[in-house]
């Protein structure tokens, strides 16, 4: 007998899965039946999506609220739809998009048109991805040539460094007093003493 899952993925422990909740009640999927993460979905080394992986066997069907609660790189999505698809033989029914269910369409034509939707998708995702880091490179180029600078601004040397830093090297302070007063981290003070011992 088949049985109905669900996975439900929010990218951060602040997210709210709610709506993906709801979505899922609607379609009658049993509460114990949904794999709830929160994660990022940069790959598939998630806890409870191999739990639900190991659950899953031929003839059941799992639910998705929108592909991209599966996955974010949609080259591993289009591995993983073959591993659930061909491999465990378990149906996927994507609730945001009528075409990604392969319920419909059992034969050669259902299975290609859902193959193709992904593929098309992995194609777009991809481009976007591209298009938005070549976006990014060339603001930031832009707001380079402006003066603007990228990263925490330097920490400043205090003006009574090197007094600080022999008495330190005199054994007069330990290294936790000697950034307190540089107003430094320790590993900031570690940093720049190595620096500056790099220059003499």
Known sequence: MSNVYAYVRVSTLHQNEDRQMIAMS????PEQNIYVEKQSGKDFKRPMYQK???KLKPNDVLYIKSIDRLGRNYEEILAQWRILTKQKDVDIVVLDMPLLDTRKGKDLLGTLIADLV???LSYVSENERCA??????????AAKLKGVRFGRPPKIFPENFGQIYSLWLEKEIDAQEAANLCNFSRTTFYRKIKAVSDEV
Do not use: A, F, N, P
């Open 26 to 29: 609607q379609v009658q999927v």
């Open 52 to 54: 639900l992986l190991k």
């Open 118 to 120: 992904l593929s098309l």
């Open 132 to 141: 938005i880091r070549q976006r990014q490179k060339e603001g930031i180029e």
